[in-house]
């Protein structure tokens, strides 16, 4: 939806919240969701700025991937009820689900490393998405309805579109935002480092590539599909098995 405003001329900000999975600074209890947000920002490159992304550390499906690949998380990410990290990615996601384990903000656990901010950031979209439209929010949003019978989730959103034809003119502020971007790409490099990447650049290029070769999928996600065909008798076969 931002890249809806950049299209148009114009920058977009919009966000929603989500079921709750989040736990607080200096809390355990799955308060908030990961409520992403996002930024789309139009330039003179062709591609705009566009920052989207969760409120937490990471999220579920980030944390599913590392379950189908047999890798353990690393620590900060997951918050179990004793206040320690949790690190087993099996059983974090059946904690999860039962609430006995809850997601990061985005800096981690405490406040020494800034996880006071994502949580800021977090109940900043709880309250522009719910507040707004008289919507549900956190606990309400359990996917159940009074007679305890699942219903879809009552999410909330919020999108904002300014137009900067009304201050300075779009071409001056896309030059602007523009020039922004390369001057950080241009920036000193990292010791190691080849490139210094600016939001939405990656995407960009990685739309670019699979438009023409495709979208890789691995082993783990290949077994799944595979699966899900073979349960449900389906007589169909990938591209990957043609190999």
């Excluded at 148009?8 to 989500?18: H, Y």
């Excluded at 139009?42 to 999220?59: G, H, K």
């Excluded at 020494?112 to 956190?138: H, N, P």
């Excluded at 070769?213 to 595979?226: D, Q």
Aim: with cysteine; glycine share 12%; hydrophobic share 35%.
């Amino acid at each position: 939806y931002a890249t809806m405003a950049t299209d148009a001329g114009m920058i977009g900000i919009t966000g929603t919240n989500a079921r709750p999975s989040i736990a607080p600074t200096f809390g355990v209890e799955n308060m908030m969701g990961t409520n992403p947000m996002t930024f789309g920002i139009p330039t003179d490159e062709e591609f705009p700025f566009v920052l989207d992304c969760a409120t937490s550390v990471t999220q579920r499906g980030k944390i599913e991937v590392y379950g189908r690949a047999g890798k353990e998380l690393p620590p900060g990410w997951v918050i179990g009820l004793d206040g320690k990290t949790r690190t087993d990615t099996q059983q974090v996601l059946k904690d999860l689900t039962t609430g006995e384990a809850a997601l990061t903000p985005l800096g981690g656990i405490g406040e020494e490393t800034g996880g006071y901010k994502g949580f800021g950031y977090s109940m900043v979209v709880e309250i522009l998405s719910a507040a707004l439209q008289d919507g549900a929010f956190m606990k309400e949003l359990n996917g159940f309805d009074a007679e305890h019978k699942p219903i879809p989730y009552p999410l909330g959103h919020f999108f904002m579109a300014i137009d900067p034809q009304r201050f300075m003119g779009l071409e001056i502020f896309k030059r602007i935002a523009g020039t922004i971007c390369r001057e950080i790409r241009a920036s000193k490099k990292a010791p190691g480092a080849d490139r210094i990447f600016t939001a939405g650049e990656k995407e960009f290029d990685a739309w670019q590539y699979r438009k023409e070769h495709g979208c890789p999928v691995p082993p783990s996600l290949r077994k799944m599909m595979v699966e899900l065909r073979d349960t449900f008798k389906l007589d169909y076969s990938f591209d990957f098995e043609k190999k």
